[in-house]
């Protein structure tokens, strides 16, 4: 799929609108809500919600055209960006001035997002729901490239315990495969 430019500026502007204000919403929050929103939608409804691409940066997936997008909902006056002090570090904060429409998005996308976006603002920090955007795809990704929405998916498989090995070793002899 590719991008739907003014269907992010309506998610981006939307989940801002729903959760910017909040005392620990920042552009972490607001990065891992769009990606996994995005790879959420990809495995539930087959589709991303936007066609917005991530790329592998140290803190985990990052959307590519969200800075634009930011810095355009700002010069529009539709959001307001400041940074803060949070102890050692800065924070990205926002502000809607004025409720995001919804007629962009089917239901099914509503209901995904709207689940990350409390999901994501009420039960994480930054730092919690970073750590559960640093799956395996994104650990095999190189820092910069870009990361397909199916790469969540991916997954290391474990060794196998001894019963298991000693099952696959008495079938592949069954099999006369050993």
């Known amino acids: ?9 309506a998610l981006v502007l939307y989940i801002i609108w729903k959760a910017g204000e909040q005392k620990d919403f920042g552009i972490t929050k607001l990065y ?22 991530y790329v592998r940066q140290k803190f985990g997936p990052v959307p590519k055209h969200v800075g634009d997008v930011l810095n355009e909902l700002e010069r529009d006056g539709q959001i307001m960006i400041w940074s803060e002090p949070y102890f050692d570090f800065k924070v990205i904060r926002f502000r809607a001035f004025e409720p995001a429409g919804t007629d962009l998005f089917t239901p099914d996308e509503l209901s995904l997002i709207d ?41 290391r498989v474990r060794a196998p315990n001894d ?7 008495q079938e592949a002899s069954r099999l006369g495969l050993r």
């Open 1 to 9: 799929m590719d991008l739907n430019r003014e269907k992010l500026r």
């Open 32 to 53: 891992k809500t769009l990606w996994f929103s995005e790879a959420r939608a990809y495995q539930a409804l087959g589709r991303p919600i936007t066609g917005e691409t």
């Open 115 to 155: 689940w990350w976006v409390k999901h994501i603002d009420e039960e994480h920090s930054a730092a919690s729901i970073s750590e559960k955007s640093h799956d395996y795809g994104w650990k095999i990704a190189g820092m910069g490239e870009e990361l397909p929405l199916r790469a969540f998916l991916a997954s």
């Open 163 to 169: 019963e298991e090995l000693s099952w696959a070793q």
